[in-house]
Nanobody, 123 residues
Framework: QVQLVESGGGLVQGGGSLRLSCAAS????????MGWFRQAPGKEREFVAAISGGGVNSFYADSVKGRFTISRDNAKNTVYLQMNSLKLEDTAVYYC????????????????WGQGTQVTVSS
């Protein structure tokens, strides 16, 4: 079992930055691929970014490519999402998720989920 706890959300002006963190329990964190997803009101949960267990490989949704960066510190059992140049359309609840094996860009592949953290971008 892996438990995930997100933090770092908040209110930010358009063009600003936020860094989300996701702390994981368990001793085998490096064996899990991790992903970030988001869900805006009235919309389906969508993929944002994912990273391999060792942190070497990462993958991004086109909508965030060049603005967001996913990273991880396996010594701290933590994955991060650095969000720059935030736009109004980035407003959503952001979730981190984990799965054993290779990273995927669909929520159905992930077994473990955090409770989510709200990110609100204002004009």
């Amino acid at each position: 079992q892996v438990q995930l706890v997100e933090s770092g959300g908040g209110l930010v002006q358009g063009g600003g930055s936020l860094r989300l963190s996701c702390a994981a329990s368990g001793r085998t964190f490096s064996s899990y691929a991790m992903g970030w997803f988001r869900q805006a009101p009235g919309k389906e949960r969508e993929f944002v970014a994912a990273i391999s267990g060792g942190g070497v490989n990462s993958f991004y949704a086109d909508s965030v490519k060049g603005r967001f960066t996913i990273s991880r510190d396996n010594a701290k059992n933590t994955v991060y999402l650095q969000m720059n140049s935030l736009k109004l359309e980035d407003t959503a609840v952001y979730y981190c998720a984990g799965r054993s094996g290779v990273y995927r860009d669909s929520a159905v592949w992930y077994d473990y989920w955090g409770q989510g953290t709200q990110v609100t971008v204002s004009s």
